[in-house]
Each structure stands twice: as structure tokens, then as C-alpha cells.
């Protein structure tokens, strides 16, 4: 499976513990995360301002990071930002396609839309239509109930 998570363009530190970035291609999420780091002994520490201000892209893109080695990964990031703003619908296709192993061009050719669809349900550009959360369950189920 080719990776599907996408590639962080640049990352920006916002009032609040909240993070501004912006992906390969022109996505833009905010997502907050106060309650991770209240949460979460290894990251407590980016509850202060000037601390979480120093986060920066890594990893070529597939993280951001923080001077202490504290990171994030891509796809997390984009998965709380769906979380945050309601979006089971995009969290439940990009589960499917996980759990399936998945690249966008094997998910699109498996229920009969465009890479491009694929990616735009998978990000939360566009919701994820109704039949396309049953097409997805259907092709799991036609495929886990196949001869062998």
C-alpha cells in the first residue's frame, strides 16, 4: 500500500494551544490541543506559550515537532481536527481505508469513484455520502465473506 497520509506544508502555533497547518496541496486544519496536553504527562510541558510556539514541520513533512523531541504525527493531526469539528462521516471512510490497507487509488477503484473524491471524503473537503458509508461497508463485507 503506497502511504495516504499527507505531507505538512508548514505548521503555525496559535493562541490556546492550537495549531494552524497546512498541507501539501493546499489543506488547511486548526486544530486545539489543550486537552491532549493537559492530558498527557509527556506532552504537559507545551502548556507553556513559548514552548509550543517553537513547533516546527519534521520528518519530511509526516510530523510536526517541538524542540524536546515531542512530535505529532500527520495523519493524527488531521484525524483530531476531523474529530473536533464533527466529522464522523471523514473518520469512518479513513478507517475503512486503514483497516483495509488502502492507497487513494485502490479505494477509489474498489467502490467507483475518482482519487480525487477519495481524497477530498478522506480530508473532510466534501462529506461522505450516505451510499458511499454503505458501498464501503459492503465491499468489506463482500470481501471478508469471499471464498478463499
Known amino acids: 500500500m503506497s502511504k495516504t497520509a499527507y505531507r505538512i506544508a508548514a505548521v503555525a502555533a496559535l493562541p490556546g494551544s492550537r ?21 498527557s504527562r509527556a506532552m504537559s510541558h507545551l502548556a507553556d506559550a513559548e514552548q509550543f510556539a517553537a513547533v516546527r514541520v519534521g520528518d519530511y513533512g509526516w510530523t510536526v515537532v517541538w524542540d524536546d523531541d515531542a512530535e505529532m504525527s500527520s495523519d493524527r493531526l488531521m484525524e483530531m481536527a476531523l474529530e473536533q469539528r464533527g466529522r464522523t462521516d471523514a473518520l469512518e471512510f479513513r478507517r475503512w481505508q486503514e483497516r483495509n490497507h488502502l492507497s487513494l487509488n485502490a479505494a477509489a477503484e474498489a467502490i467507483g469513484l475518482t482519487r480525487r473524491t477519495v481524497s477530498q471524503y478522506r480530508t473532510g473537503v466534501r462529506p461522505v455520502p450516505r451510499t458511499v458509508a454503505l458501498a464501503c461497508k459492503g465491499w468489506e463485507a463482500e470481501r471478508d465473506h469471499a471464498p478463499v
Open 19 to 39: 495549531l494552524r497547518v497546512e498541507y501539501v496541496g493546499g489543506n488547511l486544519i486548526e486544530v486545539d490541543l489543550s486537552e491532549l496536553i493537559a492530558g
